[in-house]
């Protein structure tokens, strides 16, 4: 792998290689890049998924520049909500503040001490508190100009230090993709304009963050804070113009009530069938959109004419940024109104911060996220993009090129200049540490889902007592996850039950379920592929349901462009996914265990066309759906573990 990345850079080539989990990845691509910036010192950014990564790559970089002895700089680009504002903290920690509670007086002395980011101190910073002392949209001119603290301050270093850099700068895939696009675009970017290499790890989800990076929203209250924002720069505000805004005004609340309404019913028809809703349909959008258009364009033209009458006039306050905004979300009016004409992709999304209309968000992205990839990520022929994850191939091709069709066609990614590589396979053991054991007689998942819950969970308990809790069980639904950690709760089980919490308290569920051996962990999401527990504590993974995607207006659109919605667009999505939760079990070449798939569409008796696909893109070959040889298995391995082996 890592020669082939060689051969990328010399040639000027994109690299685009799937490498199975212990295969090294991260050495086979940093050797090289090290290399590259020794000869060239030229800036090289790496850009991953989560923070864990980041930080995992940051020691792996140093502990390969120690062998080659060679040190080059490294810069961790997290986002700017990580790290402390000063400026903000001394705004929001005043005397009164301090001396309200000894929380914050043990805050106060724990930062004031030391530290740049919320991970430095031992103490817990409340997440409210949080969010007045963070860097909050930041600006280079003004911290330079405004900030008295803007010589010590960390993240205004590190920015500068991202542009001016010719080592490696560790980022997210989120800021990667916004600066590819600043780039492309010719504007001012965020990294160094020098950059000679570009990774991608965990590449699989570069599709989304390109997708997020061009994707907007509109709130009620974002658009009304723009039209009377904007309104403000408007010299004759005479009584017409304020009937101008109260039509406005009243129609945005009709129109939110609309997209609630519709928000409400989808609810009731999920509810129905089990499922959860992330993306809303927009079904109906009304008349009342275009009449809405008309008076904020209005709006706009008034208070952009009369913004160019007193430029100069130092005494009156500038609006021209609430005038832009107000012009972005006309164009937005403007898209919508177009409906199935249109170029963009919308849907509804809940703010659960919010009640009522005002939690009501209202999104659009470009359909051709796939040449916009292609156009940002790939359209520099000077600039060698190198791809890679465990996760990046759905099926088993002979012509292995063809596995890699789902992730070309959704990145756009240019094969005719690229190094599509033969996927590496995992060294790891899995004939011999690893078992999948799968049903034949489980009730149809959707189609009979209270008969599959009521059964599975019988199954589940089964399976539980076969390896003695030390279990993940991954859901496609929180209310599957609910339902079957409401009823496990009930049955008086010898392991503690566990289930996934919200972003604040998934650290701490994952330590308890590390620490307790024989604790079971009920788990949705993120946690499909979020997680690294090695060890005995994770010796069983559970799949409740196959992973397909929930059909919603991106997976639509992507049925719409293809011949066979099924097999060229859901199956794909579930079997990377698929292969993601299964791959929690062996996270070291230790590691031993079985996986478990309580849906029996993968069994003998199904008739799903995918089933093959499913079984050949496994990296577990060995399968049973006797339920007494998967526990005779798990026995052997237990004594293996006891002897050492």
């Known amino acids: 792998m890592s020669c082939e990345i060689v051969d990328g850079i010399r040639e000027n080539k994109h690299v685009l290689v799937e490498a ?53 700089e490294v810069l961790v680009a997290k986002g700017q909500n990580h790290f402390l504002c000063k400026k903000r903290f001394d705004d929001c920690f005043t005397k009164e503040f301090i001396e309200e509670s000894v929380e914050h007086q043990i805050i106060n002395d724990a930062i004031c001490k030391f530290g740049y980011e919320k991970a430095d101190w031992n103490v817990a910073v409340p997440n409210e508190i949080w ?22 301050c960390y993240y205004y270093n590190l920015r500068q ?29 965020l990294m160094s304009e020098d950059i000679g290499i570009v990774v991608v790890d965990e590449a699989h989800n570069l599709e989304s963050k390109v997708r997020s990076s061009v994707t907007s929203c509109i709130s009620l209250k974002q658009l009304k804070d723009a039209m009377y924002g904007a309104g403000k720069a408007v010299d004759s505000f005479d009584s017409a113009f304020t009937k101008e805004l109260e039509k406005a005004d009243y129609l945005i609340d009709e129109i939110f009530k609309l997209l609630l309404k519709q928000m409400n019913e989808q609810d009731k028809e999920a509810e129905k069938n089990g499922q959860d809703i992330d993306r809303y349909y927009v079904r109906n959008i009304g008349i009342n959109f275009e ?17 160019g009458d007193f430029i100069g006039d130092r005494s009156r306050k500038s609006y021209d940024e609430e005038v832009e905004q107000l012009e972005d979300y ?25 009640r009522g209309i005002k939690g009501v968000r209202l999104y659009k992205c470009p359909k051709a996220v796939d040449k916009i990839t ?113 009823k496990l709760q009930k049955e008086n089980l010898p392991f503690k039950i566990l ?46 349901k196959l992973p397909f995607p929930v059909r919603g207006p991106i997976i639509d659109y992507k049925y719409e462009q293809s011949k066979d919605g099924l097999m060229e667009v859901s199956v ?26 309580i849906d029996s569409r993968v069994g003998e008796r199904s008739k799903a066309p995918y089933k093959q696909i499913i079984w050949e893109s496994l990296p577990i070959k060995s399968k049973t759906n006797k339920i007494e040889e998967i526990a005779a298995f798990y026995s052997q391995i237990v004594e293996q573990q006891k002897e050492g082996k």
């Open 20 to 72: 199975g989990v212990g295969i090294g990845k991260s050495f086979a691509y940093i050797v090289p890049i090290l290399y590259y910036s020794k000869i060239y010192h030229r800036p090289v950014v790496i850009a991953t998924s989560t923070i864990a990564l980041q930080e995992q790559l940051t020691h792996d970089i140093e502990k390969i520049m120690d062998m080659l002895n060679y040190e080059v």
């Open 131 to 152: 969010n007045q002392i963070n860097v909050k949209e930041y600006k280079a001119q003004f911290c330079k100009d405004k900030c008295s603290y803007c010589g010590c």
């Open 161 to 189: 230090k991202m542009m001016s850099t010719h080592g490696i700068i560790v980022c997210n895939q989120d800021l990667l993709a916004v600066n590819m696009h600043k780039k492309a675009n010719y504007r001012r970017q």
């Open 291 to 307: 009449k809405l258009r008309k008076i904020l364009n209005d709006i706009r033209l008034k208070a952009s004419m009369s913004f």
């Open 330 to 354: 006309v164009a937005f009016l403007e898209s919508i109104i177009k409906w199935k004409n249109s170029e963009d992709i919308f849907w509804l999304e809940r703010d659960r911060g919010n």
């Open 374 to 486: 292609r156009r940002i990520m790939f359209g520099d022929s000077g600039l060698p993009v190198i791809l890679t994850s465990a996760t990046i191939t759905s099926g088993k091709n002979e012509d292995y090129i063809k596995n890699y069709t789902y992730f070309i066609n959704n990145t756009g990614f240019q094969t005719e200049r690229s190094l599509v590589c033969e996927p590496k396979i995992s060294p790891f053991n899995y004939d011999e540490h690893a078992k999948i054991y799968y049903t034949e007689h489980m009730p149809h998942p959707t189609r009979e889902r209270e008969k599959f819950i009521e059964e599975g969970i019988q199954e589940i308990i089964k399976l539980l007592q076969i390896s003695n809790g030390k279990s993940l069980i991954l859901f496609t639904a929180k209310t599957d996850m609910q339902a079957v950690y409401d």
């Open 499 to 544: 289930m996934q919490q919200g972003n604040a308290k998934q650290a701490e569920t994952l330590e308890m379920f590390r620490n307790d051996t024989n604790s079971v962990l009920l788990g949705t999401g993120s946690y499909w592929e979020g997680i690294n527990i090695e060890g005995v504590s994770l010796s069983h993974v559970i799949i409740f």
């Open 572 to 597: 794909p999505e579930m079997v990377i996914k698929l292969k993601q939760g299964i791959g929690r079990l062996i996270r070291s070449e230790n590691d031993k265990g079985i996986v478990s798939i």
